[in-house]
């Protein structure tokens, strides 16, 4: 697929089988900063150390978005979603991030 906008050159799509693929089990937090959206993930880790070992939360991803890729993963997400079988709720709150 390519893409372009009015004076700027085509920009191609290349898939790259290499890239890595990162599990999180939750979003820790998110934050506006000088127009970027920052999104922190994490996951749940067991320290082996001792029996039963402690689950942590680790921070393993953050991924920083200017405010216009936010709102177009924002759209693209809630359109997948609805495909997909679910919808946004209406009148609910967002949900709070710990």
Do not use: C, K
């Amino acid at each position: 697929m390519t893409q372009s906008s009015p004076g700027n050159p085509p920009v191609s799509f290349i898939d790259n089988p290499h890239a890595p693929e990162v599990y999180a089990d939750s979003v820790s937090g998110l934050f506006v900063h000088n127009g970027n959206v920052r999104l922190t993930f994490e996951s749940a880790r067991v320290n082996h150390a001792t029996t039963p070992g402690p689950i942590n939360r680790v921070v393993i991803g953050r991924v920083v978005l200017p405010f216009a890729a936010a709102e177009q993963l924002r759209d693209f997400l809630i359109g997948f979603l609805r495909d997909h079988g679910s919808a946004p709720r209406a009148q609910e709150a967002p949900p709070t991030i710990q």
